[in-house]
């Protein structure tokens, strides 16, 4: 390094935003997960003792600390210590990685531990390509990521890491975050006075969402943008840092575990019949960028899925909401979700329209039975073979009901669809048993015993989903 770089190296170091200054020196600067790299904890020992020797994998939310962690790692261990990003970097720079890590072993027996940042971004070629030297203890991996690893990097460099979760960072965890920026006169403004209201910390901390690089980019803009008065001072308002931050950060991929995990909050937030929490993780999604239509076709199906014959209407409404939203788009096409939201939220819950499951299994595993000849076609074939010969038409009975066989003979008597108590469904089941009961008297069937059969088979009840 000559001394134009030695100089550009030492302006670009000043010069850098307040949260790349303030990234943590030490372990004992290291603010927050305290489960992982608290006092005692086995990760902080092996840094420590410069004894990581299996490979990790941080998986986090964003300015959680895990580059910081690899960062302190390096700074700990005798080890060559090599750094990439898997947006950059392919197949021909891990080679570089290897062959090098290869040449120091061989003349130093010197270990490699290698950092992979976003290492969920590298396909499974690329993973694959650096298993085999993971497995043969040549290169240490310091994986990290957003994504859950157990989807999105490959199980077999899983199985040889030790995963480690970090969470988003606690409000007093942020508030020491905060006040070390501030108080820092070297890497912070602590040679600046710089004076905030208890409200616009409170805010500034609140709006960052666990974050500490938004916290300290939002404390930065604040900082710089605000004119020191006479007396050299910076105040910064509320206001000054509900302009500086005007948003909370919301965690949400379209395609990663956010995502499932906020779809599956809201839907089981509506099946418990939580207008409130539904109404949250509803709103979540749709600040966070989600398609409307997405969520609209989650709610058709929890109206056959969990309120069925309950409330008849749930489908309607959320079919309903649907077709509006395509006429009014956003904003204003909020309120109809919103409504569907909160009807079917609201509305008795049922899940025996899954009887369909029960119906299915039977089907796959006993196979189709017969047509009964009075239930055939009576159009073409009533004169040479006798379809339909023998049915009753229920509307030319009293009540427009009469006993007659609908199931084939090996299914006489079975009942597939149970339904509920609940709503609607409970003037269903009410008809339904005088029917059942009707139709078993005219048929000679014994139903007491069929019931008793019908409950104890497990095809007959339909499946629990998620």
Known sequence: MDLFDHAMKERMAQEAPLAARMRPQ????YVGQEHIIGEGKLLRRAIQADRLF???????????????????IAQHTRAYFENISAVLAGVADLRRVI?????????????????????????KAQQ???LPHVESGMITLIGATTENPYFDVIPALVSRSRIFQLQPLREEDLLKIMERALADPERGYGNRQVEIDTEAREHLIAMSGGDARNLLNALELAVETTSPDENGRVHITLAVAEESIQRRAILYDRMGDAHYDTISAFIKSVRGSDPDAALYWMMKMIMAGEDPRFILRRLIILAGEDIGLADPQGLVVATAAAQAYEYVGLPEGLYPIAMATIYLATAPKSNSVGAYH??????????????????????????GFGHGKGYKYPHDFP???????????????????????QGFEAQIARRLEEWRRAQAEGLG???????????ANPAADPPRRE
Do not use: C
């Open 26 to 29: 030490t372990l004992d600067e």
């Open 54 to 72: 299996s490979s990790i994998i941080f998986t986090g939310p964003p300015g959680t600390g895990k580059t910081t962690l690899a960062r302190l």
């Open 99 to 123: 062959a090098d890590a290869t040449e120091r072993r061989r003349l130093h027996r010197q270990r490699t531990i290698l950092f992979v940042d976003e290492v969920h971004r590298w396909n």
């Open 128 to 130: 694959d390509a650096l």
């Open 358 to 383: 029960s119906v299915q299994e039977w089907l796959a595993r006993e196979g189709a039975g017969s047509v009964p000849i009075h239930l055939m076609d009576a159009n073409r074939d009533a004169k």
């Open 399 to 421: 009540g427009h009901f009469t006993p007659q066989q609908y199931l084939p003979d090996g299914l006489l008597g079975h009942e597939f669809y149970h339904p509920s108590e």
């Open 445 to 455: 069937l014994n139903r007491g015993e069929k019931n008793e059969e019908d409950h």
